[in-house]
C-alpha cells in the first residue's frame, strides 16, 4: 500500500506540479530568450549621413559605409558616388560608383551604401566624400599609416541606452590616444537592433567614424531573437567587410594590419552552425603568417559567470585557438573584466594564449570568482590599448578616468612567447556598483555581496 500511495503521489500530484512549474518558469522566460521590443517608427532623413570607415578586402584597401532615404527614381537616378583622391597628388582622384541595399526593417525602411576604395599606399594620407544627385558631404580624412610598430583601442559591450554616456567617454579617450591606428569593438556595440540604438551609436563614434576604421564582431544584442537567431541585416549593411548576405550563416572576417593578423568570429550562431565557423577559423590560422595572432569573438570561451557557460564556443574553438599558437583572445558579453593566467612551462614560457574579457558599459554583471584568472575587474569601464611593438605585445587596460588598471607583455623571440606581469601590483577593483544595486533584486545584490567577500578572503594576498 504504501509503494502504491508513494507511485500516486509520484505520478498524480508531484508530477503534475512539476510539469507546471515548468511551464510558469518557460512562460515567464519566453520574451527573454525568443521576444523582441517593437521598434518605434522611423523615417529616414533625406541626407547622406552615418558615414563610417572600416576595413576592406586587403591590407590595401578601405570600405566605406553610409545611409540615405529612399528613392522612387530608377537606379540611375538614385545613384550615390565616393570620390577619393591622395593628398600629395589630389588631381588623381577617382570616383566609384556606391553599392546600393534598399532595407526595410521592422519599423522603417532607408538605403545603405558601400563603396572600396583600393590599391591605397601606405604612409599616404587620403581625403574622401559621398555624393548625390541632391546631397554632396564634407571631405574627409584618413592616414594609411605604413608604420609596422602601432597600436590599437579593444572595447567590449557599449551597449548604452538612449540616454548615452560612451558619447562623452569615447572623445576622452582618443584624447588619450589620439595616435591609434584603428577601433575594434567586441559585440554588442548597440543595445538593440533599432533605429534609435543606432543613432545612440554613431552620436558616439562622431568624427572618428570618418578618420579611423571602425571595427566590430557581432554580439548577441545585434541579433534578433527567435527560436532560430537572426544576425540583423543593419549590421551587415553598416560592417559591409563581412560581405554577407541575408542568406549567410556567419559574420566571419580576418585582416592583417603590419606583423599581426586579426581573425573575427560570431560566436552568437546556435551551436549546430558552429562547425563551418571552426573549419574557417583553422584554415585561415594555418594559412597565416604573421607573426601575432589575435582572435576576437563575443562570447568568452572560459566563462566569468559560470563553468557551465559558453560550453558550445569552448567545444568549437579552445582547442583550434591553442593548437595554432594563438597570442591573443579578446572577447565581451559577460560585462566584468578577467585577464585570465597564461600556463606556461617549467621554463616560464607562455604555452597558450593571453585571454582577455572586457567591458565599456554602465551595467554590470555578478561575476563567479573561480579559475586561472590573474585579474579580475568590476564597476567601470574598461578599454584596452593593445600595441605591436617589434617583439612585444602589449596590454594595457584602462577605467573611465584613464587610469592604468593591468598591463601585461607578451614577449615573441625565436618561436617562444614570454609573459611580463606589470599589472599584479595595481589594485583590483572588485566591487558591487551603484547600478547593480538599483536594478537588482535584493537577493542578488546580496548574493554578489557574499561572493565578493569570500574571495577577498580567499585572495587577500593580490593587493585588495
Not at 589630389?90 to 541595399?101: D, E, L, V
Not at 573549419?279 to 568568452?300: D, F
Request: with cysteine; net charge neutral.
Amino acid at each position: 500500500m504504501d509503494k502504491f500511495r508513494r507511485h500516486y503521489i509520484l505520478k498524480f500530484i508531484l508530477l503534475p506540479l512539476i510539469i507546471l512549474a515548468l511551464l510558469i518558469w518557460v512562460y515567464t522566460r519566453w520574451g527573454v530568450w525568443f521576444g523582441n521590443p517593437p521598434e518605434s517608427p522611423y523615417v529616414v532623413p533625406n541626407e547622406i549621413r552615418r558615414v563610417l570607415l572600416t576595413m576592406g578586402d586587403d591590407a590595401n584597401s578601405r570600405y566605406v559605409s553610409w545611409q540615405d532615404s529612399c528613392f522612387t527614381e530608377d537606379d540611375e537616378q538614385s545613384a550615390e558616388f565616393l570620390d577619393y583622391s591622395c593628398l600629395s597628388d589630389s588631381s588623381n582622384m577617382k570616383s566609384i560608383k556606391s553599392i546600393p541595399t534598399r532595407y526595410r526593417s521592422r519599423a522603417g525602411e532607408g538605403f545603405y551604401y558601400h563603396a572600396l576604395m583600393d590599391s591605397l599606399q601606405k604612409g599616404e594620407t587620403y581625403t574622401y566624400r559621398i555624393r548625390s544627385s541632391k546631397d554632396t558631404t564634407l571631405w574627409y580624412q584618413f592616414e594609411m599609416d605604413s608604420a609596422t610598430n602601432y597600436s590599437f583601442l579593444y572595447f567590449g559591450d557599449v551597449q548604452d541606452e538612449l540616454e548615452g554616456g560612451f558619447d562623452t567617454l569615447l572623445p576622452s579617450i582618443m584624447k588619450h590616444n589620439p595616435k591609434v591606428s584603428f577601433l575594434l569593438f567586441g559585440g554588442d556595440l548597440i543595445e538593440r537592433p533599432m533605429d534609435c540604438y543606432w543613432n545612440v551609436v554613431f552620436r558616439s563614434l562622431d568624427t572618428f567614424a570618418t578618420r579611423y576604421p571602425i571595427l566590430s564582431v557581432p554580439g548577441n544584442h545585434e541579433y534578433l531573437k527567435g527560436l532560430t537567431r537572426t544576425l540583423e541585416r543593419r549590421y551587415t549593411l553598416t560592417f559591409p567587410y563581412f560581405n554577407v548576405d541575408e542568406e549567410s550563416d556567419n559574420a566571419i572576417y580576418t585582416f592583417s594590419r603590419g606583423d599581426a593578423r586579426f581573425f573575427l568570429l560570431d560566436s552568437n550562431k546556435d551551436i549546430w552552425k558552429y562547425a563551418s565557423q571552426r573549419s574557417w577559423l583553422k584554415e585561415q590560422l594555418n594559412k597565416s603568417v604573421e607573426k601575432w595572432k589575435i582572435v576576437v569573438l563575443h562570447h568568452p570561451i572560459h566563462s566569468i559567470k559560470g563553468a557551465t557557460n559558453n560550453l558550445g564556443v569552448r567545444a568549437f574553438f579552445d582547442g583550434v585557438i591553442k593548437d595554432a599558437g594563438v597570442d591573443l583572445i579578446l572577447q565581451g558579453h559577460e560585462h566584468g573584466y578577467a585577464r585570465s593566467a597564461v600556463d606556461t612551462t617549467e621554463k616560464g614560457l607562455v604555452a597558450s594564449p593571453l585571454s582577455v574579457v572586457s567591458y565599456c558599459s554602465q551595467k554590470d554583471y555578478a561575476l563567479n570568482f573561480y579559475g586561472d584568472v590573474e585579474k579580475w575587474g568590476t564597476d567601470d569601464r574598461y578599454y584596452q590599448q593593445i600595441s605591436i611593438e617589434n617583439d612585444s605585445l602589449i596590454l594595457k587596460t584602462f577605467g573611465a578616468e584613464h587610469n592604468l588598471y593591468d598591463e601585461v607583455v607578451i614577449v615573441k623571440k625565436n618561436g617562444e612567447r614570454h609573459l611580463i606581469d606589470r599589472g599584479k601590483t595595481i589594485p583590483q577593483k572588485i566591487q558591487v556598483s551603484e547600478w547593480f544595486k538599483k536594478t537588482k533584486s535584493r537577493k542578488k545584490v546580496e548574493k554578489f555581496e557574499r561572493s565578493i567577500e569570500e574571495w577577498k578572503n580567499g585572495e587577500s594576498q593580490l593587493g585588495l
